[in-house]
Structures are given as C-alpha cells and as structure tokens.
C-alpha cells in the first residue's frame, strides 16, 4: 500500500483520521443523502479493515457496533487503515426499513451498475469507490422481521483463511453458508477481499451481549492483523470455549397459524425430541406443541408472538 492514500478523491495521510461524505444520491425534496465514512490511518502501512454496518436499514444493533468502536476510539490503528461505515443504506435508516426507496433489497444487488436502479447505485458506489482500497471486512447484520439471531459468524467453508479469521473473531459460533449471488460477501470474494459476516440480534433492536460480542470480534482481528496492540483486551474465552462450527442447518417452520410460545432460548443445545414451543389459537380451543426433530443448537428464535402457517420460527444448526 501506498503512501498516497486516496479514497472519494481525498488524500488521507498517515497517522490522519478523516470524516468523508459518500455523495450518491437525495430524497425527493431535493436534500442530498450522505453517507459518512470514517477513515483512520495509522503512522505505518498495513493492511485495509473494512467495518460496516446498515446494509439493511433497520438492522440497528449492527450500526451500533460500529459507533461503540468509533466512539471508544478502537477504528484508530497503530499500523494500516480502519475504514468505518457505520450506515450504508441511510434511507432504510431514516425509515426504520430494511429496503431502499424503490422496494429492493441492497443486499442482492451488487455489484451495482451506474446506471442501474437506486440500490444498484449505491452498490456501484461502495464497489468502485471504497472497496479497492479494502483487503479484510467485518459486515455486521442482525436477524430480521423479529427473528433474533445468537451472535455467529458465516462464513464460506472453503476458504481457510476466512475460517481462521472467524475463529480470532471469536463469536460463540462459526455457520458455514454459501456465498449467494449477488450479496455484498459474495462481491468481496469474487474480487479476493476476506469478509467475515457477523450476524447478531434482531431489527429495531439493542443487545447489549450481542454488541460486546461484535466489538470484541472487531478487537481481536485488529490485533491479530498487527494492526493495533490490543494484547490487554483480547478476549481469552475462545481459549476455553472454542467457537463450535455449524456445517449445515435447517428451519423450522410453523405447520399452522396462531399465537407462538417458545419453550427454549436461542442459543442453546437442543436433544432430539426435546419440546421446542407451541401455537394455539386465541379462543382456548387447541394448543400443538413441536418438538425438535434432530439434535442441534438454536441459531435463531422468531419473537414475534403470531406466527402464519410457513413463517421460519426457530433455525437450528448442526456440527
């Protein structure tokens, strides 16, 4: 890497921490939406670390992550460069929605075309005017429509490089899941850059648990990447608890409409045949109760309390 470090047509010395505004787009009024990204260098050449959040609007706890490791001051390397976007999809923000404007999920349109709709843009964007500069990223996400997702890390199961990093990440689990078409990780990797997806907590929500593990995570791949010297606050429970790998996966989905009571906690193991919950209707004429099908760990929890016949309730991984 270079001395001359330049992104969105700035230069940004060493030892600089500099507020850019990516310019992209503006509401229908005219105001311009900007999406700020925080650039820290340090006083010597390294790697790039991509953090970034927002990519679904309403997926808060992920945009917290990133403003407690800016606001501490952690983004400020001793070596390399920390870029922060702590909102990517602002309207989604603005609007407590998951989508852009136009409907689309920002998601599944990279890598953008310039000339494509609003989210493609943005996509394009992101792609051609931050990610060159970019060698690793942590993409942090939460669950979604009420599903609270336990604090894991996806990753791709043939690249060893990104599994030795999810395990110096040291979230509680480490899920393989396929890069899909069209999704920012998959973008990232078609042009060799390393992305650790974080998944934790649900939308329009807070976790406090689920926060400490995502900036934890983000601590331990700055030090282990020389970037910064954080031997006194790296986590030493992945030494005595070693993230347990999740090789495939499966949903339970409700068989019938009605009022959802779960019986266990995400998180958690989970026997075969043990009782997982039940839905009843709301007159007191029946109440069905499910059971667990195969032994695993409760990945994911729908907590909402009305549940449609099909809707995904509990996500249930394997080893």
Request: glycine share 10%.
């Amino acid at each position: 890497m270079l001395n001359d470090f330049k992104i969105l047509n700035q230069r940004i010395g060493l030892g600089q921490t500099v507020q850019l505004k990516m310019d992209i787009a503006q509401l229908s009024i005219g105001t311009k939406i900007e999406v700020p990204i925080i650039v820290s260098r340090g006083l010597k050449e390294g790697p790039c670390l991509l953090l970034i959040a927002g990519i679904h609007g309403d997926e808060t706890n992920g945009i917290e992550i990133v403003r407690q490791i800016i606001a501490s001051g952690i983004n400020k390397p001793e070596k390399g460069t920390v870029i922060c976007i702590p909102v990517l999809n602002v309207f989604g923000f603005l609007n407590k929605s998951r989508e852009f404007p136009d409907g689309r999920d920002l998601n599944r349109a990279f890598p953008g075309s310039s000339k494509g709709s609003l989210a493609s843009r943005f996509a394009f964007h992101l792609m051609n005017k931050v990610i060159p500069k970019v060698d690793y990223c942590i993409d942090y996400h939460t669950g979604g429509a009420q599903r609270f997702n336990y604090s894991q890390v996806r990753i791709d199961a043939k690249d060893e490089e990104t599994l030795k990093l999810a395990k110096i990440f040291g979230s509680p689990y480490i899920v393989y899941s396929k890069n899909l078409e069209k999704t920012f990780r998959k973008s990232m990797a078609n042009i060799g850059k390393k992305v650790i997806l974080f998944e934790g907590g649900k939308s329009l929500n807070l976790d406090k648990t689920v926060t400490k593990v995502g900036v934890q995570g983000a601590i331990n791949i700055l030090h282990y990447l020389g970037m910064r010297d954080f031997y006194s606050k790296i986590s030493k429970v992945t030494v005595e608890n070693p993230p347990i790998i999740i090789k495939s996966s499966k949903w339970i989905r409700a068989k019938r409409s009605g009022m959802y009571r779960s019986y266990i906690n995400v998180g958690q193991k989970v026997e075969k045949g043990v009782k997982l919950g039940s839905i009843s209707d709301p007159f007191g004429d029946y109440e069905t109760v499910f059971k667990n099908p195969q032994e695993g760990y409760v990945l994911n929890s729908n907590h909402s309390p009305i549940v449609n016949q099909g809707d995904a309730i509990l996500h249930i991984g394997f080893e």
